[in-house]
């Protein structure tokens, strides 16, 4: 059964740091590329952070460069999102989501699997 | 790369639904969508512009042509409301983007 769970999420104040996790099960996970992809409440969808399955290249939105940083551990099935100088705008639903296809064309990569993602509130 | 949905939809039970994705040229494009009922995380019902996954219903169809990608929902039920993202890859940028959203409202 695929399963992906984040966790890490919760207040914190402006300025501050916190460190997003995804457990991976029933996905395959070291051979698919994965996201982060975080919704304001009440808002739209943001994606907000790329990774390839080898961690050979990552992207980062605009909104979000800088500070933010996706990583992953292959050998625990985990992709983590390191946010620091968390600002009130980066408040929302965090969703980490599997890219599939695994390889070829970027233009094909849709989001096929989501967690169900974890809430981070930046307030004072 | 900006893609633009109108905010809102509304349809009679058993009419058909459309929702539109606005972009230049972006019937050159890849588009996927998605459905996100309320309290609930996305889920993938169109790849590829014209692609269902398994279990997506055939009710549900997709086209991208011109500016204008569509998502087309016929027979609509009362379970399709929801809201709905178009999304495609920005290869000048290196970013994902997703649609601003339509909210589908049942009658």
């Known amino acids: 059964q695929e399963q992906l769970v984040e966790s890490g999420g919760g207040v914190v104040q402006p300025g501050g740091s916190l460190r997003l996790s995804c457990a991976a099960s029933?996905?395959?996970?070291?051979?698919?590329?994965m996201n982060w992809v975080r919704q304001a409440p009440g808002k739209g969808l943001e994606w907000v952070a790329f990774?390839?399955?080898?961690?050979?290249?990552?992207y980062h939105a605009d909104s979000v460069k800088g500070r933010f940083t996706i990583s992953r551990d292959n050998s625990k099935s985990t992709l983590y999102l390191q946010m620091n100088s968390l600002r009130p705008g980066d408040t929302a639903l965090y969703y980490c989501?599997?890219?599939?296809?695994?390889?070829?064309?970027?233009?094909?990569?849709?989001?096929?699997?989501w967690g169900q993602g974890t809430l981070v509130t930046v307030s004072s | 790369y900006v893609l633009t949905q109108p905010p809102s939809v509304s349809v009679a039970p058993g009419q058909t639904a459309t929702i539109t994705c606005g972009g230049k040229?972006?019937?050159?494009?890849?588009i996927h969508w998605y459905q996100q009922k309320a309290g609930q995380a996305p889920v993938l019902v169109i790849f590829?512009?014209?692609e269902r996954p398994a279990g997506a219903p055939e009710r549900i169809s997709g086209s991208n042509s011109g500016n204008t990608a569509t998502l087309t929902i016929s027979r609509v039920e009362a379970g399709d409301e929801a809201d709905y993202y178009c999304?495609?890859?920005?290869?000048?940028?290196?970013?994902?983007?997703f649609g601003t959203g339509t909210k589908v409202t049942v009658l």
């Open positions: 999304q495609l890859w920005d290869g000048f940028t290196d970013h994902f983007v």
């Open positions: 040229n972006i019937g050159n494009k890849i």
């Open positions: 029933g996905i395959n996970f070291t051979y698919f590329s």
């Open positions: 590829d512009n014209t």
């Open positions: 989501t599997r890219s599939y296809p695994a390889d070829g064309s970027y233009y094909r990569r849709r989001f096929d699997a």
């Open positions: 990774i390839l399955s080898d961690a050979s290249n990552r």
